[in-house]
């Protein structure tokens, strides 16, 4: 069997993790052991000197649109949300200093007793010091989600790639839970992402990352090994990016690492 390749073929990425990701059997609450394989996870990368960011979802707490359809005030059930976020920010810091990963967490929402507020310029020298900055409370407002955040954050601190963790491998033609004969892709463009509505993450999120020519990678978190395998150019779960070989033609030096 030929060895897989240890050298990262990326110099930063931005993960996306969902709230769910994080919750154990019931896909509800935080637990530990979830937790700590997750910053195994992270922990491979990092090790590899990949600059990392995370952006972390909060759909094992509570999810705004779910709720407003339960009569709660869609505002308001946002900003609960977002503070779901936090929490789920401040739990995978901890767990991964714990791990001896230096790590830092912002939230876009101001709640200053507990956690920094987001600044691009301290993020990225963070990033520059080897640290994973976990982003937390999405983009800060109301009716927007993580997976748009992640597409933000990714373009803000140029990273290569935005990798997103899922409960599947990828991109489906169905739903494989309930259709075990979807197709699965191994790539897709954002267009037909878009028009199919195959519903992997929110519109906005695939707009933006179109936009900004940022290929997305859809993969399984809970397969171990397999975030780092991406990070070294493995071909693992869905390539969303533009025409062929748009992925790929993004330059590194297009990379800043310029902070003031
Ligand atoms: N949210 C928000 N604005 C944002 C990001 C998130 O209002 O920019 C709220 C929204 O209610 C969302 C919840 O935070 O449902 C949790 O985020 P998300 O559903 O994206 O978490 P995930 O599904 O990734 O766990």
Known sequence: ???????????RVLVKVSGEALAG???HGLDATVLQSVAVELGAVAKLGVSLGVVIG??????????ALAQHDRINADY??????IMNALALQQTLAAANIPAYAQSALPVP???DPYARTQALEC??????????AGTGNPLFTTDSAAS?????????????????????????????DAERFDEISYEEVLTQRLGIMDATAVILCREHNLPIRVFDMAVPGGLKR?????????????DSGAANRREFDSYSTNVE
């Open 1 to 11: 069997m030929a060895t897989e390749s240890n050298s990262p073929v990326y110099r």
């Open 25 to 27: 059997q019931g896909g």
């Open 58 to 67: 909060g759909g094992n707490f509570f999810r705004g649109a779910a709720a």
């Open 80 to 85: 609960i949300g977002m503070l779901a976020t």
């Open 113 to 115: 007793s507990v956690i």
């Open 127 to 136: 990033l520059e010091q080897g640290r994973v900055v976990i982003f937390a």
């Open 152 to 180: 933000l954050r990714a373009i803000e601190i140029r990273a290569d790639i935005m990798l997103k963790a899922t409960k599947v491998d990828g991109v489906f033609s169905a739903d494989p839970a309930k259709h075990p």
């Open 230 to 242: 991406i990070v070294c150019g493995a071909n693992v779960g869905t390539l969303i990016h533009g």
